[in-house]
């Protein structure tokens, strides 16, 4: 035998394992073949490649990133427990229940929010500039009128008019000029408010926000996107006919906080290359192939690489647990084929995009970076452009619930509660364990003293045992079964979940009562719990803060910014000012209704009602109507209407004091919204 020593070892197998493993090497050769046959990948897409792999290892790094939190926090919506801690609790034995506290806090606070942003008032506006530049014609027909006013008095009293006189007269009809400029420039801004408005509702804005709302609280953070162009199917009718046409139209969505990256180590996003992962469908690519824009032989290329099998090559390792949680399928399975893209909103080299095949008029300079959109699908590029925001900004908003200052990365509730729940589970499952030891007697049975046929796991009423004599001789004193009652604890573990529960709203901010609880104290009365309802609305400020801050007023902004490049109507003008109201309605909603009914009640009397005026009146009644859910403007007549309806007032009562033998007064002031217009030579006009 010393000489096989050192020498090789044959491993024996049988014939199905070495036709495995033949067909294996096969495969192995085969794909490298084609892996040297496929073109290589251009510098663009490997540049976005290099981008993915950083984001995702700065996400998922440990500590440092945030993916461990997301998952955490779809665990504690759903009242899961950590797989570790899961498994510690089952060793232990005993019950698995669940507070769900964060849960309850969550739904409390969406419905916070949502009152505010999703409630009849809108949480924007726009206003008009607060000088508006008064039209040269006007200015030119203001010169003539004085022209004229100077020619006519000299022409009566052979004498020029003081200086003094012609300035005031110029000034007071300039001011008119500039106060009527001011009604036309507030009437265009209400008419563009409600085209912006229209353009928000078919673009699914609203919707997208509520589901923004509820990530809100939950996630660290909560991601809305848009305005994005998408082609959409609609239908007219003609002649009782359906015609389906393929429009474009901005659009606004919710997205995930699990399918975004974004650069590692900004402090705003907007300051980030951003990329979004999503999954689309071989009919979504078909589609593509019918609009421009798109490179036809990058999609054929995926379609024909891809097959039916889909790609699921950009997925990360914590998108099966999610899948689970989120009740769909896993996409390492990928059965329905889908396929994922990689949106990509960045800075490119300009040689890259040459390199791809972009226009060198749009990219002059192959040194210079330029702000661009790209798609990516598997190793292909399907479409590269320019991004459209002339501010170069990227459409995706995102804040947190709290923030924390040089992060992108706030904390939710689940972040906020963690250990107030643990501590409310952990006395929820002992209250649930001494409930059940404690519910009935614990039972000893000595199997020494009971008789072979004697059974003592059968307990009944009115049982007969039949029992041995005592081994030990001690005459029959040791009972053969006994019974003894474990102590209840369940007053004291009750009174800590409970305390624990308080401090949790405390903590958060969301009180118990607002989802239906019943509030003690002050909020046994319904006054009193409409001011508890008041506070807490209160302590969402800084979250409502938080929306308008980076998320409404930054995307209605860059909405206007598209409308002003692609709108040939001309609705909007350019110097409209965007107006967020988040904060202010959470604060006034309720105060600013009970205020606006105590004003009308108040100015009810004559005296008011004259110093008013009708017109002043009418504006309060419009505003008191909308508060309630009308539409102020059919209910309260318009000023042009309201000026007719006074003129014919004041008509009918000259008229009925001339059937008297009245005599109207001459030289009144005329009703108007320049008051009493005098011209140069003190006469009315």
């Known amino acids: 035998m010393a000489e096989l020593v050192g020498m090789g070892v044959l491993r024996v197998v049988g014939p199905a394992k070495l036709t495995a493993a033949m067909k294996a090497a096969d495969e192995e050769r085969a794909q490298q073949q084609d892996a040297s046959q496929q073109p290589a990948m251009t510098s663009l897409a490997q540049y976005i490649r290099e981008q993915f792999d950083i984001m995702k290892r700065h996400r998922n790094s440990g500590n440092a990133g945030w993916t461990e939190r997301l998952l955490r926090a779809l665990r504690v919506f759903k009242g899961q427990y950590d797989p570790t801690q899961l498994a510690e609790i089952r060793k232990f034995g005993g019950s ?11 739904r409390g606070a969406s419905s916070l929010l949502r009152d505010v942003y999703l409630a009849p008032d809108r949480p924007w506006g726009l206003d008009p500039t607060p000088d508006p530049d008064i039209p040269e014609e006007v200015l030119q027909s203001v010169q003539m009128l004085v022209q004229s006013e100077l020619s ?3 022409a009566q009293t052979g004498q020029q008019p003081d200086l003094t006189q012609v300035r005031d007269r110029t000034t007071q009809l300039v001011e008119a000029a500039r106060q009527a400029a001011k009604k036309r420039a507030k009437n265009r801004t209400r008419l563009a408010e409600d085209k912006v ?26 991601v809305l996107k848009g305005p994005f162009v998408k082609i959409v199917p609609t239908v007219q009718w003609k002649n009782g006919q359906a015609v389906v046409m393929q429009k474009p139209r901005l659009m606004w969505k919710r997205v995930s906080p699990f399918d975004i990256w974004w650069t590692p180590g900004v402090s705003d996003i907007e300051d980030a290359a951003v990329i979004e992962r999503d999954r689309i469908t071989r009919t979504d690519l078909n589609d593509l192939l019918d609009l421009p824009g798109y490179n036809h032989d990058a999609i054929r290329a995926v379609l024909d690489e891809y097959g039916r099998g889909g790609l699921n090559e950009d997925w990360d390792a914590s998108d099966s647990e999610r899948a689970v949680n989120e009740s769909r399928e896993d996409p390492h399975v990928n059965q329905s084929g889908m396929l994922s893209i990689l949106e990509f909103h960045g800075n490119v080299q300009g040689r890259m995009l040459l390199e791809w095949g972009m226009d060198k008029e749009q990219v002059p300079d192959a040194m210079r970076d330029y702000f661009v959109q790209a798609w990516l699908v598997g190793r292909h590029i399907i479409k590269v452009q320019m991004s459209p925001s002339p501010r170069k900004r990227h459409n995706y908003f995102v804040t947190s619930f709290e923030k924390v200052p040089g992060t992108v990365v706030g904390n939710a509730l689940p972040d906020i509660l963690d250990d107030i729940e643990s501590v409310c589970n952990a006395s929820l499952r002992a209250l649930v364990n001494n409930l059940s030891i404690s519910s009935g007697p614990q039972v000893v049975v000595n199997d020494d003293r ?24 001690g005459g029959g004193s040791s009972k053969p079964v006994d019974f003894f ?13 409970q305390k624990f529960s308080e401090i949790a709203d405390e903590i958060s901010a969301i009180p118990r009562y607002l989802s239906g609880a019943g509030a003690g104290g002050a909020g046994r009365t319904a006054s009193g719990l409409a001011m508890l309802m008041g506070n807490a609305s209160k302590v969402l400020q800084t979250v409502a803060s938080n929306v308008d ?30 107006k967020v109201m988040g904060v202010s309605v959470a604060v006034q909603k309720e105060t600013q209704r009970s205020r606006q009914l105590e004003f009308l009640q108040i100015t009810a009397n004559p005296i008011d009602t004259q110093i008013m005026g009708p017109k002043g009146r009418a504006s309060v009644l419009r505003s008191v109507a909308s508060t309630i859910g009308l539409d102020g403007h059919p209910v309260v007549p318009n000023e042009d209407d309201l000026d007719k309806q006074i003129q014919q007032m004041q008509a009918m009562a000259q008229a009925g004091a001339q059937a008297q033998g009245n005599q109207a007064p001459q030289g009144g002031n005329v009703t108007g919204d320049m008051g009493p217009r005098t011209n140069i030579a003190g006469g009315s006009q």
């Open 450 to 473: 009971l008789s072979p046929d004697e059974d003592g796991e059968e307990l009944y009423p009115w049982k007969r045992w039949h029992v041995q004599s005592d081994p030990m001789g």
């Open 549 to 578: 801050r980076d998320v409404l007023d930054p995307l209605l902004r860059q909405l206007l910014d598209m409308l002003m490049l692609t709108d040939p109507t001309g609705i909007l003008q350019g110097d409209e000012t965007i």
């Open 152 to 154: 006519m008095l000299t």
């Open 96 to 106: 698995e229940v669940y507070a769900r506290i964060v849960a309850m806090k969550c």
């Open 197 to 222: 408005d229209e353009i928000l509702i078919e673009g699914g804005f609203y919707k997208a926000l509520s589901e923004f709302l509820s990530d809100l609280p939950l996630f660290p953070f909560a």
């Open 485 to 497: 009652q474990p102590n209840s604890n369940a007053s004291e573990l009750l009174g800590v979940y």
